[in-house]
């Protein structure tokens, strides 16, 4: 299949109400009020162009791909191939090169199983941070158990940094992979990645960076950054749900055995042997899902139409209204201040737990989220069990911040 012709992408001014009437799940009332949607580290929304996109897909296009040379069937291999190409757009890749999978935590395991453990030695070490989500610390354990390897993790500072130092002097020559999250679910935190892909790169070490709270808040340029593997997620980034890809350089993925077998990732099966398809096909066995990469492509067309730089920006400008707030009010504590940080605004409060306070935003239409947010460590690391966390996305405005300023007063008043 050619590559798509690649269409310039002229963003929009930044027209915060015409951007929340692309949502309609934002007109959506919540405990009887209006909705502040401050999850989006969790899942974000879905604009309507994304919707239409998948509605059309299986009103008009829908069959299965590759296997039929009907009218029905020519036209789903089109979308989904054509998704494909959008998709390796928006990351500066090679078509070829990105494989898709079910989301950030399956592109992560498909990398430990197909890449690491065929590499791994006993003794040998994989290098994340403190910082990780857990999908980025749980299949590297997973396969390093099965060789006597291990999973060391860099140190972070009090106010959420990588301890930068300390993470280069754990780079050594029983190091395998360095893996990193672009953006901390949990503190914000925008890791040193170039910085980090450079130093590992100078002793031979590949890396794999976890973008899935990157994509929609930064522009990411995979060959720019000269990273090994990038793994993200569509439905953090205004897209549907359990799709995803990973972006894999060429030569990784030629030398990678596959991992799933079934339909579409062979050349030819004999009761003697199997050959397998060329890449990305050989990583992605059975009935792909159509619709989600139609719907991933058009929420990246969405991003793009707004510009990144522009999300970037009116989120940055939110995060900096959002802490004055927050810090403003008494026996608040917000965990991770970094001096490069996305979005997201985590806290807790002397006077009630996490999840309490959840429920009392809850009552005020204030959506987060409350708990370990998958980063366990974390928790241990600031000692804590729990934080609330606010996450901002594309839509969130000053009056998200608040309504979520004043639910946190109620908070203080009901149990102080
Ligand atoms: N890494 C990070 C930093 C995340 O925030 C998440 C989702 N919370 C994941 C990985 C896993 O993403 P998914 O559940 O979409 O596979």
């Known amino acids: 299949m050619n590559a798509a012709v690649p269409r310039p992408v002229i963003p929009l001014p930044f027209d915060l109400e015409r951007i929340r009437a692309d949502f309609p799940i934002l007109a959506e009332p919540v405990r009887g009020g209006r909705l502040a949607y401050l999850d989006n580290g969790a899942t974000t929304q879905k604009p309507e162009s994304v919707l239409r996109a998948m509605d059309h897909y299986y009103r008009h296009q829908n069959s299965n791909v590759h296997r039929a040379v009907h009218d029905l069937a020519e036209r789903a291999t089109t979308a989904y191939e054509a998704a494909r190409d959008r998709i390796a757009r928006f990351f500066g890749a090679a078509r070829e090169e990105i494989v898709f999978t079910r989301g950030t935590t ?46 060391v993790a860099a140190p972070v500072t009090d106010s ?187 806290f807790v409060m002397d006077c009630a737990h996490p999840q309490d306070i959840g429920t009392i935003l809850d009552q005020s239409g204030v959506a987060v989220r409350t708990g370990h947010h998958c980063t366990m460590p974390l928790m241990q690391r600031f000692g804590i069990p729990a934080t609330v966390r606010a996450s901002l996305g594309i839509y969130n405005g000053s009056d998200d911040l608040a309504q979520l300023e004043a639910a946190l007063h109620k908070v203080n008043r009901l149990f102080t």
């Open 160 to 346: 959420g940094e990588l301890d930068f130092d300390a993470w280069r002097g754990m780079l050594n020559d029983r190091t395998r992979l360095v893996a990193v999250g672009h953006v901390s679910n949990t503190l914000g935190t925008i890791n040193p990645v170039e910085d980090m892909i450079r130093e590992a790169h100078a002793l031979g070490i590949p890396v794999l960076v976890d973008g899935a709270q990157a994509i929609a808040h930064l522009a990411v340029d995979v060959r720019a950054l000269d990273v090994d593997f990038y793994a993200s997620s569509a439905h953090k980034a205004y897209g549907p749900t359990g799709f995803g890809t990973l972006y894999a350089k060429r030569g990784h993925l030629e030398a990678m055995q596959p991992w799933h077998g079934g339909g579409d990732m062979i050349r030819t099966v004999s009761f003697e042997g199997s050959t397998w398809n060329d890449i990305p096909y050989k990583f992605e066995a059975g009935t792909p899902d159509m619709a989600g990469a139609i719907g991933f492509a058009a929420a990246l067309d969405y991003i793009e139409a707004q510009g990144l730089d522009a999300i970037a920006a009116h989120e940055h400008a939110l995060l900096e209204e959002g802490t004055a707030r927050l810090t403003a009010i008494p026996g608040l504590r917000l965990i991770g201040t970094a001096r490069r940080k996305g979005g997201i605004l985590s």
């Open 106 to 151: 399956e592109a992560i395991n498909l990398v430990a199983y197909s890449y690491l453990l065929p590499r791994l030695k006993a003794g040998d070490e994989i290098l994340v941070t403190g910082m990780e989500h857990h999908s980025n610390i749980v299949p590297w354990q997973l396969v390093a158990a099965q060789i006597g390897a291990r999973v």
